[in-house]
Each structure stands twice: as C-alpha cells, then as structure tokens.
C-alpha cells in the first residue's frame, strides 16, 4: 500500500483538475475576506466577528474542493484501467482502495479544513481577533470542522467507487450537497446525523441583538457549544464515515473491475 499511496502523492501534485480547483477555492476564500474591505462594512472589526456573522459563508468552496478532490483521487484511474495493472502486479486490493481513499482523507479533509481557518486567520492578522466573541469556542468549532470533512470524502470515495467516473461523482455529489443544504435550511434540521448539516450547526454562532437609544445597536454572540454536539459530531462523523468506507470496500472488493 504505501507504494501506491506514494504513487498517489505523485500524481496528485501534479493533477491538472486539483491544482485548479485549489487555485479557484483560494482565490475565493481570499476574495470572501476582501469583499467586506471593499464594500466598506464598518460593522466587521475584527476576526471573530467576522466569523459569527459570516453564517457559514465560507465553507461554500471549501466543500466544492473536498468534492472535486476526493472524486479525483478514488476515480481518476478508472478511466486509464491503473486499479487492474496494479491487481495483476500483486497488490490485494485493500492496498489499492486504501491506497487511494488515504490520499484522499489528506488532501480532501486536512485541504478543506485550511480553506475554512484561511478567511478567518488573514482577518485576524489584519484586525486582531477582538473581544466580542470567544477565541477558544470558534477555534474548537474550526477543529471539529475536521470530523465531518472527512465523513464527507468517507462517503464521497464511497459514491466514486460505486460510478466509477470522477467528473460524473462531482456532478451528482455536488447536486447532493445543493438539495441537502437547501433542505436542511428550509427545515431548520441542523443536527450531527447528516454530515451537510453538522457543518452548519458548527459554522452558526447564536446571535442576541440589544437597542439602545438612537442608533446605539449592540450585538452578542455565543460561540459555545454543548456535550451533545461535540460529542456527537465526533461520533456520528467516525460512524457514518467507517460505515461509507466499509461499504465502498465491500463494493471494490466483489467489483469485476471492467
């Protein structure tokens, strides 16, 4: 296996459709930071602000990446027949799958959760993280982002291996994910059972609004975050990502490879 995960690395650094599509999410993530610059929002002082009222805007591309890279990496040798000469030169195939699906959880998980800090951290070191919202509960809510990016490639590299083509897996995956965020926004069901609306849930700061006299606006954000959710973000993504993973295995496994 670690053989084809070096393969992997190689090729991966050197794929045209990743290398753009990472250019494109880093230009968008740097292009959310710098539309409230230029729009001139007094409103936004500082980092975590900036993150309480951003309402889960900037994990949009960050799930396209995650998309487009786990579809590439799990899909892209299907096409060219890699999984069979790799078969016939004796590797099992759990080498070939894992050879594949780790690259994936690296690129697609750790990749992601970068764009989703990146907006945050170039706010901070522009304007300070500031004090209205707490730093420890916002930086817990970005590390939890973790657990459901990599259910999400979990279960992504579970659909690739079942339609075995990459740009077919980007098509139905992100059709998947515009309906789910659609569905779960209408129905208000922000909860850790589905990974398109775990995200949210840890995105979305509670927000109170206080009047004073004339234009004396003041908001205050809870960033905090119970047991329940943090614990069953963890458990809920280690889950249904072993469950995707099992069953894309179980699927590879008795696949005839034609």
Not at 32 to 55: H, K, Q
Not at 119 to 140: D, E, M, T
């Amino acid at each position: 296996m670690r053989n084809i995960v070096k393969a992997q690395f190689f090729q991966i650094v050197r794929d045209k459709v990743i290398r753009g599509m990472l250019v494109v999410a880093l230009l968008m993530q740097v292009l959310v930071v710098l539309l409230p610059i230029w729009l001139d929002n007094e409103e936004i002082t500082s980092a975590g602000e900036f993150f309480a009222t951003n309402e889960g805007g900037i994990m949009m591309f960050p799930m396209f990446y995650v998309i487009v890279v786990t579809a590439q990496i799990c899909g892209s040798d299907f096409g060219d027949k890699t999984h069979n000469y790799e078969l016939m030169s004796g590797h099992r195939r759990w080498d070939v799958f894992g050879g594949r699906v780790i690259p994936a959880l690296l690129f697609g998980g750790i990749g992601g959760l970068f764009l989703i800090m990146l907006p945050v951290g170039i706010y901070a070191v522009l304007y300070g993280w500031g004090s209205k919202v707490s730093f420890g509960w916002v930086f817990l809510r970005l590390i939890l982002m973790l657990f459901p990016l990599l259910r999400m490639v979990c279960e992504f590299a579970f659909w690739t291996f079942l339609i075995k083509n990459p740009y077919g897996v980007m098509g139905f995956c992100l059709l998947v994910f515009e309906l789910s965020m659609g569905v779960t926004e209408v129905l208000e069901c922000h909860n850790v059972f589905l990974s398109m609306s775990n995200i949210p849930l840890l995105m979305m700061v509670s927000k109170w609004v206080t009047f004073g006299l004339g234009n004396d606006i003041h908001c205050i954000y809870d960033a905090s975050l119970s047991g329940d959710v943090v614990w069953g973000t963890i458990i809920a993504s280690v889950a249904f990502g072993t469950a995707a993973l099992y069953l894309g295995y179980v699927f590879f496994k008795n696949d005839d490879m034609n």
